[in-house]
């Protein structure tokens, strides 16, 4: 009696350990495929949040009134795809700088979509997407590097580009030097050195640390030449 009982507690007790291994090779198989479906979601998530490799941004808005440059009575040589606008206010005939932006800014992505770069053009038709919102919109894309094109207004007769970019960002300085020197080497507008933002520019205080932002200042709006 006492060795059938033996006999059968072994056999119990080889179940219990066949069972053991199997629940431990079926954990051990569900934890693998959970890493897998963990890392497939992850690079799945990452590839759906960045949805671009750059973002080409026209600054300004549309209609922006301090942006705007009178040509009542002026002879200017007007490239024919940008508008003379006139809003019925009495001041006359304007060119609006958003207007050069957006040529810009249009022929920048499709030069870079052309080299099968994944560009986004991001254009701004409201105040509601001015300089401080423009980032925070930029930033649902996700891209590596953000580029907003601009026109500086000070003087009538002040020349030359710049780029900005943040201070104590060592790769996006590096981007708006390279960017910078290439400009020059056309020759027509005179190089300015490239200044970091001290905190003023809302574009490139919001922007993703995973982006690389410059703002490209490429002439001065306020000189028609």
């Not at 199997?22 to 949040?49: C, L, V, W």
């Not at 400009?183 to 640390?209: A, D, F, H, W």
Request: glycine share 6%; charged share 25%; hydrophobic share 40%.
């Amino acid at each position: 009696m006492l060795t059938l009982l033996i006999n059968k507690f072994k056999k119990i007790l080889f179940m219990l350990i066949v069972a053991s291994l199997m629940a431990a090779s079926f954990t051990e198989i569900m934890h693998a495929q959970d890493n897998k479906i963990t890392e497939m979601e992850t690079i799945r998530i990452d590839s759906q949040y960045r949805q671009c490799e750059v973002v080409i941004r026209a600054g300004e808005y549309e209609g922006k009134c301090g942006k705007r440059i009178y040509i009542n009575n002026c002879t200017v040589n007007i490239p024919d795809d940008i508008p003379v606008r006139n809003d019925g206010d009495g001041k006359g005939f304007y060119i609006s700088e958003w207007d050069i932006n957006v040529k810009e800014a249009k022929a920048l992505v499709e030069e870079l979509r052309a080299r099968g770069i994944n560009a986004k053009l991001q254009i701004a038709y409201s105040k509601s997407e001015d300089l401080n919102a423009a980032a925070r919109i930029a930033n649902k894309s996700n891209p590596y590097l953000y580029v907003s094109i601009h026109h500086n207004y000070y003087e009538a007769d002040s020349r030359g580009y710049f780029s900005m970019y943040n201070a104590n960002d060592a790769k996006a300085k590096a981007v708006a030097d390279r960017l910078s020197d290439s400009i020059s080497r056309n020759g027509l507008v005179p190089q300015k050195q490239n200044m970091p933002n001290t905190g003023y520019i809302g574009e490139l205080n919001n922007i993703n640390p995973s982006t690389t932002a410059v703002l490209l200042e490429l002439g001065f709006f306020s000189n028609l030449d």
